[in-house]
């Protein structure tokens, strides 16, 4: 079936690096943009980055420009979110969605079921 | 960045009950850009309505969406037990903002 499954989330000091991944199936993912979503503890749903069905464009929240980059392997159906410099701020589930196109609309309509990342000495 | 602004922030009703969430934007969204999501307390976002009044696949008809420019509407015609959750709304223009969220509690 159709499936995102993340991983890599888990505890890390502030300054230090993660990278997160985003495990799709059931679909073509080369054919489909893919996001980032987090979630802070208790909180609402802020988009990340989104990056295009061929890695040809990549775009980023203001809270994360210049410290986190998105990127994928089609050949390996994987997203990635390579995250620098981590603040206490950027503690968050964060979720992988796929943007889905009908026509002219747009709309994430498929989520995985989100990695928990903690930023904390 | 266009902000989106949720009202209420919380609707207690009883179900069988007509829920209407609100969705107003800070500047025009088109009406193709604007999606509502549910949220259930431990897990990920659920795609109900996109292109504004779209229903989703598997979305039941009780769920309608309405509106253009800076309003639109969420409806639930008649709320089920498992209706009771987060809803947000979400604009992908310039860039992709989400609302706060309307929490949809049994009264």
């Known amino acids: 079936q159709v499936q995102l499954v993340e991983s890599g989330g888990g505890v890390v000091q502030p300054g230090r690096s993660l990278r997160l991944s985003c495990a799709a199936s059931?679909?073509?993912?080369?054919?489909?943009?893919m996001h980032w979503v987090r979630q802070a503890p208790g909180k609402g749903l802020e988009w990340v980055a989104v990056?295009?069905?061929?890695?040809?464009?990549?775009y980023y929240a203001d809270s994360v420009k210049g410290r986190f980059t998105i990127s994928r392997d089609n050949s390996k159906n994987t997203l990635y979110l390579q995250m620098n410099s981590l603040r206490a701020e950027d503690t968050a589930v964060y979720y992988c969605?796929?943007?889905?196109?009908?026509?002219?609309?747009?709309?994430?309509?498929?989520w995985g079921q989100g990695t928990m990342v903690t930023v904390s000495s | 960045e266009i902000v989106l602004t949720q009202s209420p922030g919380t609707l207690s009703l009883s179900p069988g009950e007509r829920a209407t969430l609100s969705c107003r934007a800070s500047?025009?969204?088109?009406?193709?850009?604007l999606a509502w999501y549910q949220q259930k307390p431990g897990q990920a976002p659920r795609l109900l309505i996109y292109?504004?009044?779209s229903r989703a696949t598997g979305i039941p008809d009780r769920f309608s969406g309405s509106g253009s420019g800076t309003d639109f509407t969420l409806t639930i015609s008649r709320l089920e037990p498992e209706d009771f959750a987060v809803y947000y709304c979400?604009?992908?223009?310039?860039?992709?903002?989400f609302g706060p969220g309307t929490k949809v509690d049994i009264k």
């Open positions: 990056i295009w069905y061929d890695g040809s464009n990549k």
């Open positions: 500047q025009s969204v088109s009406s193709s850009y």
């Open positions: 059931g679909f073509t993912f080369s054919s489909y943009g």
């Open positions: 969605a796929r943007e889905t196109i009908v026509g002219a609309t747009h709309a994430f309509d498929i």
């Open positions: 979400q604009q992908y223009g310039s860039s992709v903002t």
């Open positions: 292109g504004a009044s």
